[in-house]
Nanobody, 125 residues
Framework: QVQLVESGGGLVQAGGSLRLSCAASGRNVSSSTMGWFRQGPGKEREFVAGIIRNGGKTDYADSVKARFTISRDNAKNTVYLQMNSLKSEDTAVYYC??????????????????WGQGTQVTVSS
């Protein structure tokens, strides 16, 4: 069983930055692809960013490219999402998840098996 705990969310003004963390326990997730998703008010959950197990490949949603950066520290069993130049449309609950693929980053939620509880990010304009 894997437990994922997100942290780092909060209220920030447009143009500001936040760094989300996802701490994993219960299993060494260093061999797993990891992803970040988000779900805004009245919207479906959407892919944000992902990183394969050794960090050698990442993928981003078009809406966050050049603004968000995903990284991982396998020694700490933690994945990060650095979010810069935040916009009001980035307001959402952000979730991390463990992926079931090895060599690429899936963008579909059904290819992720364990999920955290989420952390709220609110961007005020």
């Amino acid at each position: 069983q894997v437990q994922l705990v997100e942290s780092g969310g909060g209220l920030v003004q447009a143009g500001g930055s936040l760094r989300l963390s996802c701490a994993a326990s219960g299993r060494n997730v260093s061999s797993s692809t990891m992803g970040w998703f988000r779900q805004g008010p009245g919207k479906e959950r959407e892919f944000v960013a992902g990183i394969i197990r050794n960090g050698g490949k990442t993928d981003y949603a078009d809406s966050v490219k050049a603004r968000f950066t995903i990284s991982r520290d396998n020694a700490k069993n933690t994945v990060y999402l650095q979010m810069n130049s935040l916009k009001s449309e980035d307001t959402a609950v952000y979730y991390c998840a463990t992926g079931t693929t090895l060599f690429y980053v899936p963008q579909k939620a059904n290819l992720y098996d364990y999920w955290g509880q989420g952390t709220q990010v609110t961007v005020s304009s």
